[in-house]
């Protein structure tokens, strides 16, 4: 990037950021980095009752203060966003913090609690719709109309589409990102429910997009691929070690993602580098899906 702070001005919501070692957290961090006014979400008690465990919100909060740039505004707040109104509440609270809203990064994702089809419950595929899907459709919502100042959103009919009122500002859109995971690429075997809410997010993105671009604002789903946050670690995995030998050979440089890897990513797309891709799911694995380690 020419321009050292691309995102100075502009701010910047980041869900899921309850870990240092989260994709969420690098995510954050990075557009911190770049000169963005950050405001995050985290749910501590989710990680509570992983096999990682959680981390600790004044050492997140931290680590991300150091990460902004001088004049750079920070806040926080802490929501289950399986509540029906949590996505609401959470965009006008970031949205308190400088009095607008930029780039929306919907990290957040329900971990455990899953299963294979055949012993698939109803239970479990809401708690993860709920979370991984329903919310972050909301969020995207709340966020587009907050972005383009709607009082109500516009209705439509299958197959109608927005008008454009004319030539969008390039310089000035917004930026929305989902994110997925590798089921796009193959099996989940064991997380049906977790595949399915992520998968409902891939398939939805060109119709996402296509709503959002005549507000002004760009949207494109990231699937970081297997990237290490904890839950790949011999001690505070919920994976056999055969297993996750098995992925570590198939991977072209010997190693699972860093969480800066999608991080990296999503910072360049929120720029102004990044405003001719709209609509894509893009895959950042290190060319894992590939399978030329296999």
């Known amino acids: 990037m020419t321009n050292p702070l691309p995102l100075h001005g502009r701010t910047a919501l980041v869900t899921g950021v309850s870990r240092r070692r989260g994709i969420g ?14 405001f995050v979400h985290h749910h501590r008690s989710h990680d509570a009752d992983q096999p990682w465990g959680p981390d600790d919100l004044d050492g997140v909060r931290t680590g991300l203060r150091k990460a902004l740039r001088p004049g750079a ?20 609270a970031a949205r308190e913090l400088t009095g607008s809203l930029h780039v929306l990064v919907c990290n957040h994702a329900r971990s455990g609690g899953d299963g294979s089809l055949l012993d698939m419950s109803a239970e479990k595929l809401d708690g993860h719709w709920s979370v991984n899907t329903r919310s972050t459709l909301l969020l995207t919502s709340h966020f587009a109309k907050a972005f383009a100042g709607l009082e109500e959103a516009p209705g439509a009919r ?26 796009i690429h193959g099996p989940m075997v064991g997380e049906v429910a977790y595949a399915a809410s992520k998968a409902a997010l891939a398939g939805l993105t ?89």
């Open 25 to 38: 957290y690098a995510i954050a961090a990075r557009l911190a980095e770049l000169g963005a006014d950050l």
């Open 73 to 92: 505004a920070f806040g926080d707040l802490g929501l289950d966003l399986a509540e029906p109104d949590a996505p609401e509440r959470l965009v006008a």
């Open 206 to 294: 060109a119709t996402a997009a296509a709503e959002l671009l005549p507000h002004g604002i760009v949207l494109n789903t990231v699937n970081p691929g297997p990237v290490n946050t904890g839950y790949l670690d011999p001690e505070s995995t919920d994976r056999s070690p055969e297993l996750i030998e098995q992925v570590l050979a198939a991977t072209p440089f010997g190693r699972f993602g860093h969480p800066s890897d999608p991080a990296r990513l999503v910072g360049w797309l929120a720029s102004d580098e990044g405003r001719w891709v709209i609509g894509q799911v893009i895959t950042t694995d290190g060319g894992f899906s590939l399978g030329v380690g296999r």
């Open 158 to 183: 299958p197959g109608d589409r927005q008008e454009f009122s004319g030539p969008l500002d390039e310089h000035a859109t917004g930026r929305v990102f989902w994110t997925t995971s590798g089921q």
